[in-house]
T-cell receptor
Framework: DAKTTQPTSMDCAEGRAANLPCNHS???????VYWYRQIHSQGPQYIIH???NNETNEMASLIITEDRKSSTLILPHATLRDTAVYYC?????????????FGQGTTLQVKP | DTAVSQTPKYLVTQMGNDKSIKCEQN?????MYWYKQDSKKFLKIMFS???????INETVPNRFSPKSPDKAHLNLHINSLELGDSAVYFC???????????????FGAGTRLSVL
């Protein structure tokens, strides 16, 4: 079972920031927060990950609360191509399995 | 060049047939995976191989048999196909976690299997 909770769906206006929340209250000390997304009819795509510090890359920013029980993925200027299902996943930073447990994710609809 | 490629993209077959799906990655990764996405869109891991060694085998019927001829390939063979096997199957790869690779997986485009 997924160890994260996300809203089922969200809307965002094109050009505005999309803030996608995730709750992971049972996260353990060695687990990272990963975000993937799946655009319709494509394979999942890695976006970003973090342990406890905030992270930013060319795709998004990840804000992790100090107690690490929740996080927010920020797409700073959403475009129509960002419409997708976004998955928040917690997983050990190093293990021998690499198992990713996908939940239901958040369906983000970016509207013109 | 496609990093993780799967063939075929679509597969339509009759119940009871045997079929294979091929996966190749050119990223130099040692770890490869198979996931299944059912009609309700839930993605679940099926198998994982690290350097040709099976490391994850979720509760999958033994009609499903992964085969890794080398670390760049992980094929999925399915015997005696059933209606419930209809799904999208995704292959993925990553660097080995024990060597400090974070769990960043690269997915193929998927194979849409329809069993009639």
């Amino acid at each position: 079972d997924a160890k994260t909770t996300q809203p089922t769906s969200m809307d965002c206006a094109e050009g505005r920031a999309a803030n996608l929340p995730c709750n992971h209250s049972t996260i353990s000390g060695n687990e990272y927060v990963y975000w993937y997304r799946q655009i319709h009819s494509q394979g999942p795509q890695y976006i970003i990950h973090g342990l406890k510090n905030n992270e930013t890359n060319e795709m998004a920013s990840l804000i992790i609360t100090e107690d690490r029980k929740s996080s927010t993925l920020i797409l700073p200027h959403a475009t129509l191509r960002d419409t997708a299902v976004y998955y928040c996943i917690v997983s050990p930073g190093s293990s021998n399995t690499g198992k990713l447990i996908f939940g239901q994710g958040t369906t983000l609809q970016v509207k013109p | 060049d496609t990093a993780v490629s799967q063939t075929p993209k679509y597969l339509v077959t009759q119940m009871g047939n045997d079929k294979s799906i091929k996966c190749e990655q050119n990223l130099g990764h040692d770890t490869m995976y198979w996931y299944k996405q059912d009609s309700k869109k839930f993605l679940k891991i099926m198998f994982s191989y690290n350097n040709k060694e099976l490391i994850i085998n979720e509760t999958v019927p033994n009609r499903f048999s992964p085969k890794s001829p080398d670390k760049a390939h992980l094929n999925l063979h399915i015997n005696s196909l059933e209606l419930g096997d209809s799904a999208v199957y995704f292959c993925a790869s990553s660097r080995p976690l024990r060597q400090g690779g974070k769990n960043i997986q690269y997915f193929g485009a998927g194979t849409r299997l329809s069993v009639l």
